[in-house]
């Protein structure tokens, strides 16, 4: 699916991935390690792990509403899709959370373009395989309270939908109908 993602340019590279303990409900473009990652370029080896953040409340409601913490170390980057399937292929899928990042959206893909206010260099996109199933609101604000309802998550791709039309981009959906099945379930977070 990755390799796809970056054939059908719906993403562009340089990618990075990354294995540990994730959390499929750390706030992508705010809190997460491979947020962090993305704009930091850490050599392979690095350990990403959650920054407290000063202007966030320490509380025990869960993410993304609370403090996600995550711990990582980079498996792998580059900007070849070629390495990007070996290092793929080697991942320790099953045994710890993988996350997939890449440098953003394909704005040269007129569709993707379309699909957005303007051009956004910030909006990224990560792909998850985690070790086991994580429970993600289908819809959340995270300056709101807590609230339901949650769906079960193992494998799954999560962007920024800023400055965009509501749902998944058309060139994005496609890929992951091809890959994950036509049953795909879209959630939102807004915070």
């Not at 403090?67 to 792998?76: G, K, N, P, S, Y």
């Not at 909006?123 to 429970?135: N, R, T």
């Amino acid at each position: 699916m990755a390799v796809d993602l970056v054939r059908r340019r719906v993403v562009r590279t340089p990618w990075l991935l990354a294995a540990g303990d994730l959390c499929a409900n750390a706030e992508l473009p705010y809190v997460s390690v491979l947020w962090e990652a993305r704009w930091q370029d850490p050599l392979v080896g690095t350990r990403l792990e959650s920054k407290r953040l000063p202007w966030a409340d320490e509380d025990d409601d869960p993410p993304p509403w609370g403090r996600a913490r995550e711990l990582a170390t980079v498996l792998a980057t580059g900007d070849s899709v070629d390495t990007l399937a070996v290092a793929l292929a080697s991942a320790p899928y099953g045994q710890r959370d993988i996350g997939l990042v890449f440098r953003g959206l394909d704005f040269t893909n007129p569709v993707i373009e379309d699909h957005y206010w303007f051009t956004d260099r910030r909006i990224m996109i990560a792909c998850f395989a985690l070790a086991h199933p994580q429970e993600r609101p289908l819809s959340a604000n995270s300056t709101g309270t807590p609230s339901g309802p949650y769906h079960p998550v193992q494998t799954f791709v999560s962007t920024g939908f800023k400055h965009g039309n509501h749902g998944p981009c058309p060139p994005l959906e496609a890929v992951l109908h091809r890959h994950l099945g036509p049953d795909l379930i879209c959630g939102r977070t807004r915070g």
